[in-house]
């Protein structure tokens, strides 16, 4: 599956890093739909778009959904249901996320993504995948599943806060429960692999090399310093000033703390 978010994160040649939102009217339907077609034309499949969350509408003349379905109509793309992102820009909207569900042409989801985030005010949640899904999340999950008649793969998404392997599996069991019921399937994650890829990270961040971590000793050391290479880099662009004060030895101490910065 090929996929991008229904998003821009680039105008006048400059690069903005972020996902922002795409004013929700029929020029941009238009536009958009012309971009997506030029792609799958060229690649020669249909690629899936993925609902973003967004914190305010920028000069919308139509509803999100309105918007979201004449693009995937005009252009004839899949869907990339990201299910947590209804659930954040309905609370940040004010809107029904059952009936938004039920606008979508769920005939056209390819994919499904699962996430956390996290609520910063009484008015407002950012999406952050750095949490655990909360229930009213995996219940606009279950009934999402309801309503599709074909089954889709769904993915548990977490970017930073990597809980213990345990944590993440019951996550994904809870979700894996809910598709066996409505005939979805589950990205499993393969759990060596998993514990492989914590134990190199746990090295790279800590110097702490866990004898079942299964590399080359000598070729693992150059992971970690490129880790501390970037971070060091990183730290030496946003403060110079600091960084001349502090001489090279106390520096180089500090930025290689990586344990204290994870």
Known sequence: IYSEHLSFSKCDNAHLYDLLPIPFCKEAVQHVSEKIARVQDYLQIEIAMEIVSYYTPIAAEMSEAEFITDIVTQSGCKLLLDVNNVFVNSFNHRYDANKFIDWLPLDKVAYIHMAGHEKIAEDLIIDTHGQPIIDPVYNLFEYTVQKMSDPVPVLLE??????????????????????????????????????????LAVYCRTGRLDPTLNGDPNRLQNYRELVFGNIEESLSTAFPLTKQLLGATIWNSQASNQEAIS
């Open 158 to 199: 977490r970017d930073f806060n990597i809980p213990d392997l345990k944590e993440l599996q019951a996550e994904l069991d809870r979700l894996d429960k809910i598709c066996k019921k409505n005939g979805l399937t589950i990205m499993q994650p393969i759990n060596k692999v998993f514990e492989q890829q914590q134990l």
